[in-house]
């Protein structure tokens, strides 16, 4: 089992730069996927990107492919997404989760962060 604390989410202009963390407790963090959801108001939960155990594979929704990178530490069992270029239609509220295999449900992640702000203003 695996705790994660998602954090660094804020209000920024459009055109400006976050990155948020994700730190996990618990045992073989790198045997987990890890991904990063988000959620704006009214609207489901969405799939934004992953990255594979040990961080060679990643993946992107198409809206914020070229913008956002996802990346992770094992050794400090940290993910990062580094969002770049915002714009107001990434504001959300950002959560990373954890889980075996691939999916881009949130059913497939059984372990969740608790969110984190995001506001990009025009």
């Known amino acids: 089992q695996v705790q994660l604390v998602d954090s660094g989410g804020g209000l920024v202009q459009a055109g400006g730069s976050l990155r948020l963390t994700c730190t996990a407790s618990g045992h073989t963090f790198s045997r987990y996927i890890m991904a990063w959801f988000r959620q704006a108001p009214g609207k489901e939960r969405e799939l934004v990107a992953t990255?594979?155990?040990?961080?060679?594979?990643?993946s992107y929704a198409d809206s914020v492919k070229g913008r956002f990178t996802i990346f992770r530490d094992n050794l400090k069992n940290t993910a990062y997404l580094q969002m770049d270029s915002l714009k107001p239609e990434d504001t959300a509220v950002y959560y990373c989760a954890a889980g075996d295999g691939f999916g881009n449900l949130p059913r497939y992640y059984p372990y969740w962060g608790q969110g984190t702000q995001v506001t990009v203003s025009a």
């Open positions: 990255i594979t155990g040990g961080g060679e594979g990643t």
